[in-house]
């Protein structure tokens, strides 16, 4: 069981290089928690676990930059990208009212970018986790993110294939990190005399094992929460037709992109994109996202579409440019903040590792605007 928990180890949603425990903006933990009742609670020592966590997978960023072949530093979450492709994200006219925020408002439609990937592995028979992110353009209202540009319009849906994450806090966390960085391995973390976690070994495995056939039918949730107006939710999206849980695949170590090739050289794909109220608090907790939040107590409900069209994404060029996109929760307006620790830690840790990865490859740091492939 334990050898399938190996795949998370460069994997771990927060990855994140040096930095301090606040954002470029100065911001720290007690900045970040909205004090509008939606169940956010600081951890004890919150900024400083934050900083152990960034100093710990800088650690790992640079050597894996060293070790490369290429010396490319490359994302130290999702790293392998089986293809960038344009969509168009239309929200339905019928939006329930409390559903809507600043960017669900009835019938909008947005351009987007969405990148699909794997956790850590660069074979795709191996067990791992598998992102699907997805970039909104033209999305107005005040920005989460003050350090960015002031005509920074996109907001991120930052999923994966599995509703659930395994570790519970950020005092966890670091423990998780150490064993990670000192050993080598997390097995310390999880069977270890003084660090015993079966809990999180079975949630990690399952984290990892999620059968997929093709990136296109595949579901995938938000995992943590968002607020959404006056009150917090989670994502998810569905394939159109229902997700394909067989995990039938051909024996290949790239079937995942063939997969997305051979669908959009024929046809288009098209994913539901589903809100799930907070509806019972004792059940749904805001700051573990070891929790899933029971469907059977509050139904997704669908709020949008979001289409693939036929297209060819495997160009160098549009392969450069899905390199070089960045991803966070926090690319979003005020309406719509991440919630809870893991999110919080997101804020500091992906921003912080965008601009070091883009620093190392010289390559500028900027969101898209339009789906046009710079030449």
């Known amino acids: 069981m334990i050898r399938s928990t190996f795949a998370i180890a460069p994997m771990v949603l927060l ?11 100065g911001n720290t933990a007690a900045d970040l928690t909205g004090q509008d009742g939606l169940g956010e609670v600081l951890e004890p020592r919150e900024d400083a676990l934050v900083k152990e966590v960034a100093g710990a997978a800088t650690k790992q960023l640079s050597q894996a930059q060293a070790e490369s072949g290429d010396k490319v530093a490359r994302r130290d979450a999702h790293p392998k990208a089986h293809g960038c492709v344009t969509g168009s994200f239309e929200v339905r006219n019928d939006v329930p009212a409390d559903l809507r925020g600043d960017t669900f408002q009835p019938g909008k439609r947005y351009p987007t970018w969405v990148r699909f990937s794997n956790g850590t592995k660069q074979d795709d028979r191996k067990d791992d986790a598998r992102g699907m992110a997805i970039k909104l353009l033209g999305v107005s209202g005040p920005r989460l993110l003050t350090s960015e540009a002031p005509n920074t319009m996109t907001h ?5 294939n599995h509703d659930k994450f395994f570790i519970t806090n950020l005092a966890d966390y670091v423990k998780f990190m150490n064993a990670l960085t000192e050993k080598g391995s997390p097995l310390s973390f999880f ?6 976690h079966p809990r999180e070994a079975f949630l990690a495995r399952q984290f990892t094992t999620q059968p997929i056939s093709s990136p296109l039918t595949s579901r995938y949730w938000s995992a943590t929460p968002y607020k959404l107006g006056n009150q917090a939710v989670k994502y998810s999206m569905q394939p159109c037709a229902g997700a394909d849980v067989s995990g039938k695949h051909p024996d290949a170590e790239n079937y995942l992109a063939t997969a997305m090739k051979g669908q959009l050289a024929s046809g288009d794909a098209c994913f539901d994109f589903m809100v799930q109220r907070r509806s019972n608090p004792d059940s749904m907790p ?32 549009q392969e450069k440019l899905c390199e070089n996109l960045s991803f966070t929760p926090w690319h979003a307006t005020q309406e719509h903040r991440p919630l809870g620790s893991m999110n919080r830690t997101r804020r500091v840790a992906y921003e912080a590792t965008s601009t070091f990865r883009h620093k190392l490859n010289g390559t500028a740091r900027v969101e898209p605007t339009d789906l046009t492939v710079p030449r």
Not at 15 to 24: I, T
Not at 191 to 196: D, K, R
């Open 286 to 317: 805001i700051e573990d996202s070891t929790i899933a939040w029971e469907e059977s107590q509050s139904p997704f409900v669908k709020i949008a579409t979001l289409t693939i069209p036929k297209q060819t994404f495997d160009t160098p060029a």
């Open 15 to 25: 990855a994140a290089c040096a930095a301090p425990a606040s954002d470029e903006a």
């Open 191 to 196: 069977l270890s005399f003084n660090n015993f």
């Open 156 to 160: 991120d849906l930052v999923l994966t």
